[in-house]
């Protein structure tokens, strides 16, 4: 029986600018793919273009895909520190007469382009000017070219996700593999890194269809293995076309910062474009366990914030407070710790378990914390025109009285006296409640005032309360 060979697949990202949430997902989609089948994942920094490759990308690049749990099997791979390995392809293939040095210069090609095709400014390709002569321009500069096939009509190959693509051959002109700077180009540098790193199964955007057949053309002229390849639908904004920053954050980094979980947005990401039945909410070993390239959508997938805000909700839900308050200070406002000082760890916690429920990112958890340690600074006018009559004044006169009389200012104690209030004054607890909340937080959509007072105390309580009387009056 023939032994089947060890799966081992690839990210391979550009450190030319943070991490794209596309290029995330394809990482995403490569690392299940490798740990469902028990194969390897490997990462390889492409920093080969020198003017746009800065350090900090790819320290930012590797610190996210940490900070998502997407652990690599080998040492990074540094695609600039194998130059000289992609130089020596080249010679050999300009050896095996597979290759060839082009002197043309771009206006050269563009001028005898012009005079065969008066719509050349449409489309235009390489006429092989170069191919089959002996030069004898050793000192002018030159590219090199790759030698297209002569015997071969068209490209094909199995996407494993979109079935059979071909390409005609005839559509390919004799493309550059190295600039005139002898620095080699993206296809051939790809195909190279590619078969040292004995890489089985490609899975990237769609985006580089175009560029299979190039490479895999390279390949069989290097005497590599061809690799099995899948190409993932794009994510769409919600007009159809690419996603762009109109449509939402395209940088993992802002997601970061704006206090979405990674386990929410690692989830999300699989769904968009994978499925598995029904089922919306995976853990990690779930989506190991039943990640398929079978059940990857051809179409491009729609990206919609207000399920990822669900979802994200979802995970903060089930996520323990303590572990909360760390991801704010460690993800989101680093110094709410600082904001926070005057509060013991314990009344915080309380406060999270108070507004876990009522949001959908760590941000709006942590404005909340903000917000009810240092009281507000305005009323929300529409609050305050709803729930602020005429007889409110007097309620809340009332209101001080009784709050501070509470001499152990606990929630039950609080809550007794204010409802001990409401009867006495023969009104609903909706007609002290609402002006609670906008006292304490500036609005009327709150957690439960009862605990609220409690956190905040009684000093700050009568305090607030006493600058809401100020503002009706």
């Known amino acids: 029986m023939k032994k089947e060979k060890k799966i081992q697949v690839r990210f391979a990202p550009s450190p030319t600018g943070h991490l794209h949430i596309g290029s995330l997902r394809v990482a995403i989609f490569n690392w299940l793919f490798a740990r469902h089948h028990g194969g390897q994942y490997l990462l390889r920094v492409e920093d080969t273009d020198r003017e746009r490759s800065k350090k900090e990308y790819t320290d930012s690049i590797l610190e996210f895909l940490e900070w998502f749990g997407i652990d690599h099997d080998q040492e990074v791979v540094m695609q600039s520190a194998r130059t000289d390995e992609h130089k020596k392809i080249i010679e050999q293939l300009l050896r095996d007469g597979k290759a060839y040095k082009c002197y043309c210069t771009p206006e050269e090609i563009s001028e005898r382009q012009k ?27 030159f590219v090199v070219r790759f030698k297209v096939p002569d015997n071969q009509k068209t490209i094909s190959f199995n996407d494993l996700i979109r079935g059979t693509i071909s390409f005609d051959v005839d559509q390919f002109d004799d493309f550059i593999i190295a600039r005139s700077d002898g620095s080699p180009i993206y296809n051939l540098v790809v195909v190279v890194d590619d078969a040292h790193m004995q890489i089985t199964h490609v899975v990237r955007g769609e985006d580089h269809i175009s560029n299979t057949p190039k490479q895999i053309m390279l390949y069989r002229a290097c005497g590599f293995p061809v690799p099995e390849f899948a190409h993932l639908p794009l994510i769409l904004g919600p007009s159809g076309d690419k996603l762009s920053k109109r449509d939402a954050a395209t940088a993992v980094l802002d997601y970061k910062k704006n206090g979405y979980l990674p386990d929410a947005l690692f989830n999300y990401l699989v769904r968009l474009g994978w499925s598995h039945g029904d089922q919306e909410i995976f853990t990690k070993q779930e989506l190991i366990d039943y990640f398929s390239l079978d059940h990857v959508g051809k179409k491009g997938a729609i990206f919609d914030p207000e399920k990822l805000n669900w979802l994200n909700g979802v995970y903060i839900r089930e996520m323990d407070d303590s572990d909360l308050l760390n991801r704010i200070f460690a993800d989101v406002l680093p110094d709410v710790k600082d904001k926070l000082s005057s509060w013991e760890q314990e009344n915080i916690l309380q406060l999270i378990g108070l507004y876990k429920d009522r949001v959908k990112t760590l941000k709006e958890l942590a404005d909340h914390l903000v917000l009810v340690h240092d009281g507000p600074q305005v009323f929300d006018p529409a609050s305050v025109k709803k729930w602020i009559t005429p007889e409110t004044k007097k309620y809340l006169e009332e209101l001080l009285k009784t709050v501070e009389s509470v001499e152990s200012f606990s929630e039950s104690n609080v809550s007794n006296a204010i409802k001990g209030l409401c009867k006495q004054l023969e009104i609903k607890l909706v007609a002290l409640a609402q002006p609670i909340r906008i006292a304490l937080t500036g609005t009327s959509a709150s957690p439960g005032i009862f605990a609220l007072l409690a956190l905040v105390g009684k000093q700050e309580s009568v305090k607030r309360l006493s600058a809401l009387m100020e503002h009706i009056g």
């Open 115 to 141: 005079a065969r095709d008066q719509y050349s400014d449409l489309f235009s390709m390489y006429d092989k000017h170069c191919r089959d002569r002996e030069s004898t321009e050793s000192e002018k500069p």
